[in-house]
């Protein structure tokens, strides 16, 4: 949630009352420091105004909006609500509570506030832009159809919405009307980095390639050190393709989505973490454990992203530890309070620097930003003790979909896409996990999500470390 840009309000007082200027330099200070991330100088200076002014609505408002950027979400729908209480006609609080229960899951309350938004003020284009993701995510596509186009009429400088009504068409299978939106969207915004990846990967699904490599090379040009570009240029088949997706590339894309991530993934009908939790669920009921409701196992959650996985993983674990490069998600796992520490690291290189073996690493939707699987599963055999699982997921080539494909099909070990991310072959899956010190290694088919209305298959992946005399 971003800082308000409009100052406190001198509604409820003149403006020649010495309490009013006190009041208007104390919330101006606390928003300077709130603006520069200096969190703690801004909460103390918000709550001692309101010490003094329990009912003052832009410090309720405001100290609501930071709570909201530390993750404290229940507090600050209690902070911004009771603001919208005091001054039920503001439109910038109903919105930033729209926001809010969007966070909390309770979508229905904040579809009502960003409504309310725009019965305040028909202006508030930050509302209509977030009824439209809405709309959208709820599956109401000619709801926001209609909304996106008449925002992109109204203000087609406003990117936010151009890239969001780009992201509904992708959604709803219109990728032709997605890049013609980007198009003409990047003639305005020419350095919009949403847009030029947006549109690179709707040109690569439509089967442009030389549009999406001239696109990439362009952006190249313009921003030599972004990782972004040159990791899709490579999918593309320029030059030579990556064993894996750079750090630099991952912390970029994650931190971008750290603010979003659960709910664009919420929308894709995201499985992984759940059928990551089934395997994990279904392994501590065939070990035969005395008290299975009781916590047994220390777990790396390698790739934890948000923390999604997180509270399903919890109830098996004494210890919990999650691994990322995104410092972003990272920071937004860390609001969940289901870890036992996090570290933003590479995945491979933390594996193989952990010093005290653990009984189960899960891995869910992260071993898609590797190429050749090999360094991976000796760092995952090096981290677990004898006996010790692995469970993760993989995407699937597209060839073998729905079940392997047989042995006179000649198919890579792995592939970089469009999008970014690889696929894997399973024999590959299963002869990098032998190899490792791995046996029961088990593939079911199963789709991971949606992504532009299909379905991305993928292998969920289960092993058990063998003992280390047994590796050959």
């Given at each position: 949630?971003?800082?308000?840009?409009?100052?406190?309000?001198?509604?409820?007082?003149?403006?020649?009352?010495?309490?009013?200027?006190?009041?208007?330099?104390?919330?101006?200070?606390?928003?300077?420091?709130?603006?520069?991330?200096?969190?703690?100088?801004?909460?103390?200076?918000?709550?001692?105004?309101?010490?003094?002014?329990?009912?003052?609505?832009?410090?309720?408002?405001?100290?609501?909006?930071?709570?909201?950027?530390?993750?404290?979400?229940?507090?600050?729908?209690?902070?911004?609500?009771?603001?919208?209480?005091?001054?039920?006609?503001?439109?910038?609080?109903?919105?930033?509570?729209?926001?809010?229960?969007?966070?909390?899951?309770?979508?229905?309350?904040?579809?009502?506030?960003?409504?309310?938004?725009?019965?305040?003020?028909?202006q508030r284009l930050d509302?209509?832009?977030?009824?439209?993701?809405?709309?959208?995510?709820?599956?109401?596509?000619?709801?926001?159809?209609?909304?996106?186009?008449?925002?992109?009429?109204?203000?087609?400088?406003?990117?936010?919405?151009?890239?969001?009504?780009?992201?509904?068409?992708?959604?709803?299978?219109?990728?032709?009307?997605?890049?013609?939106?980007?198009?003409?969207?990047?003639?305005?915004?020419?350095?919009?980095?949403?847009?030029?990846?947006?549109?690179?990967?709707?040109?690569?699904?439509?089967?442009?390639?030389?549009?999406?490599?001239?696109?990439?090379?362009?952006?190249?040009?313009?921003?030599?050190?972004?990782?972004?570009?040159?990791?899709?240029?490579?999918?593309?088949?320029?030059?030579?393709?990556?064993?894996?997706?750079?750090?630099?590339?991952?912390?970029?894309?994650?931190?971008?989505?750290?603010?979003?991530?659960?709910?664009?993934?919420?929308?894709?009908?995201?499985?992984?973490?759940?059928?990551?939790?089934?395997?994990?669920?279904?392994?501590?009921?065939?070990?035969?454990?005395?008290?299975?409701?009781?916590?047994?196992?220390?777990?790396?959650?390698?790739?934890?992203?948000?923390?999604?996985?997180?509270?399903?993983?919890?109830?098996?674990?004494?210890?919990?530890?999650?691994?990322?490069?995104?410092?972003?998600?990272?920071?937004?796992?860390?609001?969940?309070?289901?870890?036992?520490?996090?570290?933003?690291?590479?995945?491979?290189?933390?594996?193989?620097?952990?010093?005290?073996?653990?009984?189960?690493?899960?891995?869910?939707?992260?071993?898609?930003?590797?190429?050749?699987?090999?360094?991976?599963?000796?760092?995952?055999?090096?981290?677990?003790?004898?006996?010790?699982?692995?469970?993760?997921?993989?995407?699937?080539?597209?060839?073998?979909?729905?079940?392997?494909?047989?042995?006179?099909?000649?198919?890579?070990?792995h592939r970089l896409h469009g999008?970014?991310?690889?696929?894997?072959?399973?024999?590959?899956?299963?002869?990098?996990?032998?190899?490792?010190?791995?046996?029961?290694?088990?593939?079911?088919?199963?789709?991971?999500?949606?992504?532009?209305?299909?379905?991305?298959?993928?292998?969920?992946?289960?092993?058990?470390?063998?003992?280390?005399?047994?590796?050959?």
């Amino acid at each position: 949630m971003r800082l308000p840009v409009a100052g406190p309000s001198t509604r409820r007082v003149s403006p020649h009352d010495p309490a009013t200027e006190r009041r208007r330099q104390t919330l101006e200070q606390a928003m300077q420091a709130h603006g520069r991330g200096d969190f703690a100088t801004a909460r103390a200076s918000y709550t001692g105004w309101l010490e003094q002014a329990p009912d003052d609505e832009d410090a309720l408002h405001l100290l609501g909006v930071l709570e909201a950027q530390q993750g404290a979400t229940a507090e600050a729908a209690r902070l911004i609500g009771r603001a919208v209480e005091l001054q039920p006609g503001e439109a910038m609080f109903h919105n930033n509570l729209g926001n809010v229960w969007v966070e909390l899951g309770r979508l229905e309350e904040a579809e009502a506030h960003y409504i309310r938004a725009l019965e305040c003020d028909g202006q508030r284009l930050d509302a209509a832009n977030n009824l439209g993701v809405l709309l959208s995510r709820s599956g109401r596509t000619a709801q926001a159809d209609g909304l996106f186009r008449a925002l992109v009429e109204m203000a087609p400088g406003f990117a936010d919405a151009r890239l969001n009504f780009a992201y509904h068409l992708m959604r709803t299978q219109r990728v032709s009307d997605a890049v013609e939106l980007c198009v003409q969207g990047l003639v305005t915004e020419p350095r919009s980095d949403g847009m030029r990846r947006l549109l690179g990967i709707a040109y690569t699904m439509l089967g442009m390639r030389e549009q999406a490599v001239a696109l990439y090379e362009r952006w190249i040009a313009s921003d030599p050190s972004n990782p972004v570009p040159r990791h899709h240029l490579a999918a593309c088949g320029v030059g030579d393709t990556p064993g894996r997706a750079s750090d630099a590339y991952v912390r970029q894309v994650f931190d971008s989505f750290a603010a979003s991530f659960a709910a664009r993934l919420a929308e894709l009908g995201y499985q992984a973490p759940a059928l990551v939790a089934g395997w994990v669920e279904r392994e501590r009921s065939s070990a035969g454990a005395a008290q299975p409701e009781q916590p047994a196992w220390t777990v790396i959650d390698a790739g934890c992203g948000t923390g999604l996985l997180g509270p399903l993983l919890r109830p098996h674990a004494r210890q919990l530890v999650g691994v990322d490069l995104s410092g972003g998600m990272l920071r937004k796992a860390a609001q969940r309070r289901v870890y036992d520490a996090l570290h933003e690291s590479e995945l491979v290189a933390f594996l193989e620097a952990w010093a005290a073996p653990v009984d189960l690493i899960a891995c869910a939707d992260t071993l898609c930003y590797l190429g050749p699987l090999e360094p991976f599963a000796h760092a995952a055999r090096r981290a677990l003790v004898p006996g010790g699982r692995l469970v993760a997921t993989v995407e699937a080539h597209a060839e073998e979909s729905g079940g392997e494909a047989g042995p006179d099909v000649a198919l890579p070990d792995h592939r970089l896409h469009g999008h970014g991310r690889y696929s894997h072959r399973a024999a590959h899956v299963r002869s990098a996990l032998a190899q490792a010190g791995f046996e029961a290694v088990e593939l079911q088919s199963v789709v991971l999500r949606n992504e532009g209305g299909v379905p991305v298959a993928g292998w969920l992946v289960g092993a058990r470390a063998v003992a280390d005399s047994e590796v050959s």
